[in-house]
Structures are given as structure tokens and as C-alpha cells.
């Protein structure tokens, strides 16, 4: 949603701030700040991107040491220079940046103002800003004391860096179910939103829990929880290097992250399909556990949603028991009525999106098992779920999620054979048969790049000023459809829906006119000629009709335009399918002149409501 950076150190901090900024952007851009302390802490703000916050900067002497910054995602007051963060409580002692919704911030500015204090912006950041301030006055008790009276206030999300104006020397920050690192380095100390931000200065960090605060010194830094009492927090190394959140010389993230697909694919695979078969210890999920397991329900958000569409086709098929897939927004308001011997799987990019984090408390709350596919470590999904399985994509830069999406898929699939394998609902020889084709697929994957990224290229430009697509498929390939769709209109901005192929005749067939696209997906060998006489429907309506299908399968009758993908094992195909849609979806938008990573009214991970 929004993102956060501070640093305390004996680095020049507006430098580093900016970089950390430019690095969050991913999570929001309407707006951005930063609070600079040298003698004085001086605050700039600017509308728009962090380009305009910039050139405010470029000839301002800032040599201060401590700062913090925060780049933003409009929810409580439009994008202004007035609601831009930083927030400074009336009298300058409080300077804070804040990532989430506080969602008593009506009541709080009841009660500043029965303590006389004025507000100048809509935001509910100034109204935490100045609750802290109260409390700091009211009981002269220090920092720790008036944040933490503040977390027992206020309901909502939030990752806070305050600076208070009578400790120069002190950072101060404190989270609630918004995402936070700190950074430890030779220099000094870093917080921030996500890695990427301070994955230049350091690999080591520290993880704070809900409702703990800390202190960020320029040579230590120490941690409290609700009570005040010093808690000691262990130092955890990320793997990730830098370059990860570089473009590396590709035009933008998006196509940089199409193209690692190969790599991280297969780093997921291997993590969990060992010489002798799948090892799903690292999830702490028992083979006793998996053995009880007699309802699943996937839940999620945006792609990851699509990703549950995929696996509820491959585990009911493998494991014969029913599955049930959830849009979270909807999943945590509907009271389900959840089988105790059920497991909720929720997926997720970020670890942050709050539906799916809601979603998740809600079937703990029910006393139903949790398992978390999520890309984030040390994220909040991660961290509540009762068992994780991490997929190894590294960080995704792009707002429109393509390599996660990829190593999400994979982790079904290795979801569904084991269980199964466990569950004798497929025996040894097509359990081997199955981890040998699933170790073919990154390879498959880089056959496609190598020998479709120049042809789809030019096919996109043909597109540039489409109105509407529709994407159509049966079983696998209707739910793969869904992601190619949402990777069209989320980038492009074009129109597109995704259609069961059987479905189009009772209703949306209608809207099919001489020209319009229609990207028919076709692998599924058992409902083959169905999906065909499909797209034979669509043509003779005038569809310009773009057919992905395996080499073994013909459809030059019925397409304008064949893509061919390799053959592979009919579960696996949403792998191989995603690939050219993914293609599509970004040439399109590069057609068109877009801002492919940066997406309008998008942000990588939703943490609000
Ligand atoms: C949206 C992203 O904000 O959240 C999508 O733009 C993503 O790409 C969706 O699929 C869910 O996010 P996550 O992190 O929970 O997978």
C-alpha cells in the first residue's frame, strides 16, 4: 500500500532515503515525503511521483544523518502535498510516516480536539501523529511509554518511524499487521516497508511482532513489546542479493521477471522434490496431518486467486477430495462453515495482503488447520499460518505478479501428488512419473522465451488499440484464462474477460463481433474437441481467434493465429500456457506506451481493506 524507509546512521540519510523510496514505489505513488534531521528536522513533501520529490530536494543542503520517508498510497485524504507524509503533530515534537489504516481515527479526532488540537490535512496518519503527541505530553514518561499507550488506542494497521523532536539521536518504530524490516549495518540502522529498500546496505535484519516497537540508535538498536520491557530479537540473514531488485537491463521489471521464470521455477521444484520424492517437512505438514485432511479450501486474492482456481483442479483430480476456492475479500465477511478436518490454504505473493491475512485468522479462529504458500519470509501470513511453504521467486518488483504466479503454481502441484501419494490415491510408478515430468518444466518454460518472445512481440503490435478481448478454455485452461485475462487488462488497461468456453453460448457470445480477439486455450486432451468446436463458434461470429495449444494439437481451421507450446503432463499445462499470455499482456501494454511495472490504481500488495 504505502512504503516506509528510515535510517539512523552516520550516512548523509536523505540519500539513502530517496534510493529506499525509489525502491518502495512498487507499493504506492501518489504522493511522497521525507523528515530530515540535522540541527532541526526539516520535512519535504511533493504530489506525484518521487520524481517531483526529487527535484524539490536537488539543491537543498541536507546533510542530516537520521530521516525518514514514505512514499504513498492515497486511502484517507486525496494525493495532495498537504496529506503527503511525513505528519507533524502540532507543535513539531512528533514527526511520523505510516503504512495502513488506522479505523478509529473518527473517535481519536474527537478526542484531540476536546485537547485543543488543530488538524491540516484528512489523513488518519496526523491523527495517530498527534495521539502519540498526547500521550508523550500527558504522561512525560518518554517515547516507548507514548507509543505504546498509543498501539493499546488505536485499531487498525501500521508500520510507524517517528522522530521525537527532545531525542535527536533516537529513531523510533512500531508495527501492527503492516509490514516492517530493520536493517543492521557497519553505518547504522535501517527500517523499511520491504527488502528492497535497503537491500543495498544490508542483508541483515531483524523482524519486530505486532504491537513491538524499537529503537533505532546510530550504534545499537533495542527492541520493547507492549509493556515496555526490553525483548531481544534475533538477526536473520536474507539471500537475496541486490541485483535481484535491479531491471538488469531489461526495459522493466515485469519482462526481467517473465524471463527468471525458468530459474525460480526450478528453485522451487527443488527445494521439495528430492532424489526419492517429494519432502514437504520444511512445512512442518505431517503425513498424519495430510491423512485427516477431508476439505480444502484455497484462499486468496488477485492472481494468487487464480492460482487456487489452477490447484482445485489438480488436487481434486490426484486426491479425490473435495476442494473449495475462496476470493478472501469475500471468504472472511461470508461466516464459512469450515470442516474441522478441512486445511485452509492461502496463498500469497506479499505475505501482507490483508484479505487473505483476515481470511487466515478466520479459519484459525474456526480451529481449522492453516497452510500458507506465500513468497515473502518472515512476512505476517507466514508468520500466523500453521504451516508454510515458502516458493522461492525472490523479490517481484512489477506490480503485476508473473514469476511468483509461476513458483505459486508449482507449489499446488507439488501440494497436490504428495498428498496423493500419502493419501494411496496414485501409486509409486505415476508418482515418479509425474516429479519426473514436473523437473521438465523449467526447461519448457525457456524453450517458450527462447522461441515465441520475438513472435509474440510482433503479434501484440497488432493489438495496440483493441477495445476488448476474451479469453476462453475448459477445466485447466478456463482457469489459466482467468490470469491471462487479468495480466491483460491490469497492465494494458484494455477491456478483457475470461470465459468458461462451454459457457460463452448462454449469454457473453453476444459481444463477439468481426475482430474482436479471442485467445482460446486448448491442452486439456479429454475435453479437446469440446473447446474446439468452442472456438469454431467464436470465428463463425468474426472473433480473430488466437489458439494455445500443445504441438501435438491442430487448430490452423479454426485460429488466425496459432501459438505452440511443448508437451507436457496435462496438471502441468497452466505452467507452460501462462507463459505467451504473460507475453501478450506485457507487449500490448509496451505497444501502447504504458507504464508496464507501475500500473494506475494498483498496488503490489493491498494491505488495507
Ligand atoms: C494485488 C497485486 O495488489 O494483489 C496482484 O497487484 C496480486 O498482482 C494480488 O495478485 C494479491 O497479492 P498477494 O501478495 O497476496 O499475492
Not at 539513502?16 to 514505489?25: F, H, K, P, V, Y
Not at 494525493?79 to 515534537?93: F, K, Q, T
Not at 480477439?517 to 473447446?531: F, P
Request: charge should be neutral.
Amino acid at each position: 500500500m504505502c512504503g516506509i524507509v528510515g535510517y539512523n546512521g552516520s550516512k548523509r540519510a536523505v540519500d539513502i532515503l530517496l534510493d529506499g523510496l525509489a525502491r518502495l514505489e512498487y507499493r504506492g505513488y501518489d504522493s511522497a515525503g521525507v523528515a530530515i534531521r540535522d540541527k532541526e528536522i526539516e520535512v519535504f513533501k511533493a504530489k506525484g511521483k518521487l520524481t517531483n520529490l526529487k527535484e524539490k530536494l536537488q539543491d537543498k543542503e541536507l546533510k542530516g544523518t537520521i530521516g525518514i520517508g514514505h512514499t504513498r498510497w492515497a486511502t484517507h485524504g486525496e494525493p495532495s502535498e498537504v496529506n503527503a507524509h511525513p505528519h507533524v503533530s502540532n507543535d513539531g515534537n512528533v514527526t511520523l510516516v505510516h503504512n495502513g489504516i488506522i479505523e478509529n481515527y473518527q473517535e481519536l479526532i474527537q478526542k484531540l480536539g476536546r485537547h485543543d488540537y488543530k488538524l491540516y490535512s484528512e489523513t488518519d496518519t496526523e491523527v495517530l501523529t498527534n495521539i502519540i503527541d498526547y500521550y508523550y505530553k500527558k504522561y512525560k514518561m518518554g517515547p516507548i511509554d507514548a507509543i505504546n499507550r498509543t498501539m493499546v488506542r488505536v485499531r487498525g494497521s501500521y508500520a510507524i518511524a517517528v522522530m521525537f523532536k527532545e531525542h535527536p539521536d533516537e529513531l523510533w518504530v512500531a508495527r501492527k499487521d503492516s509490514p516492517m524490516i530493520i536493517g543492521e549495518a557497519e553505518d547504522g540502522y535501517y527500517v523499511a516497508s520491504d527488502v528492497p529498500a535497503i537491500l543495498k546496505y544490508t542483508n541483515k535484519v531483524y523482524y519486530i511482532d505486532n504491537l513491538e516497537a524499537a529503537c533505532l540508535k546510530k550504534d545499537k538498536v533495542i527492541f520493547y513489546d507492549l509493556n515496555g520491557d526490553e525483548v531481544q530479537k534475533e538477526l536473520k540473514e536474507i539471500k537475496w542479493d541486490v541485483s535481484a531488485a535491479e531491471k538488469e537491463g531489461y526495459e522493466h521489471f515485469m519482462i526481467k521477471e517473465i524471463n527468471e521464470q525458468p530459474d525460480v521455477v526450478k528453485k522451487t521444484i527443488n527445494s521439495f522434490v528430492k532424489e526419492d520424492g517429494i519432502d514437504l517437512s520444511a512445512t512442518g505438514l505431517t503425513v498424519e496431518e495430510i491423512k485427516k485432511f477431508k476439505q480444502i479450501y484455497i484462499v486468496a486474492c488477485g492472481s494468487a486467486y487464480h492460482v487456487g482456481v489452477c490447484a482445485q483442479y489438480v488436487l481434486e483430480d490426484l486426491t479425490r477430495i473435495p476442494v473449495r476456492v475462496e476470493i478472501a475479500s469475500e471468504f472472511r465477511y461470508r461466516k464459512p462453515i469450515l470442516d474441522k478436518n478441512g486445511l485452509v490454504i492461502i496463498i500469497s505473493q506479499s505475505g501482507e495482503t490483508a484479505d487473505s491475512l483476515a481470511a487466515l485468522r478466520e479459519a484459525k479462529n474456526q480451529g481449522v488447520k492453516t497452510l500458507a504458500i506465500v513468497n515473502v519470509v518472515g512476512s505476517s501470513i507466514a508468520r500466523e499460518a500453521n504451516h508454510v511453504l515458502y516458493t522461492l521467486a525472490g523479490p517481484e518488483i512489477a506490480v503485476a505478479t508473473t514469476k511468483a504466479f509461476s513458483t505459486q503454481l508449482i507449489a499446488a502441484y507439488v501440494l497436490a501428488i504428495q498428498m496423493a501419494y500419502v493419501k494411496k490415491k496414485i501409486k509409486d510408478d505415476v508418482y515418479l512419473e509425474l516429479l519426473e515430468e514436473l523437473k521438465t518444466i523449467p526447461d519448457k518454460i525457456q524453450d517458450i522465451l527462447k522461441t515465441l518472445t520475438t513472435k509474440i512481440q510482433r503479434l501484440s503490435s497488432k493489438f495496440a488499440g483493441i477495445k476488448d478481448a476474451f479469453y476462453i478454455g475448459r477445466g485447466l485452461d478456463y482457469a489459466i484464462s482467468l490470469e491471462g485475462s487479468l495480466k491483460l487488462k491490469e497492465v494494458s488497461y484494455i477491456h478483457s474477460e475470461a470465459y468458461a468456453a462451454g459457457e460463452l453460448k448462454h449469454g457473453t457470445i453476444s459481444l463477439i463481433e468481426d475482430g474482436t480477439l479471442v485467445i482460446g486455450i486448448a491442452t486439456q486432451e479429454e475435453i479437446l474437441e469440446k473447446t474446439i468446436s468452442n472456438l469454431v463458434e467464436v470465428k463463425s461470429r468474426g472473433a480473430y481467434v488466437v489458439g494455445v495449444v500443445p504441438k501435438n494439437v491442430d487448430v490452423s481451421k479454426v485460429a488466425n493465429y496459432t501459438i505452440e507450446i511443448p508437451e507436457t503432463n496435462k496438471y502441468f499445462y497452466p505452467s507452460l500456457t501462462v507463459i505467451p499470455l504473460q507475453l501478450l499482456g506485457y507487449y500490448i501494454t509496451v505497444s501502447r506506451g504504458l507504464d508496464v511495472d507501475k500500473p494506475r490504481n494498483l498496488a503490489k500488495s493491498v494491505t488495507v481493506e
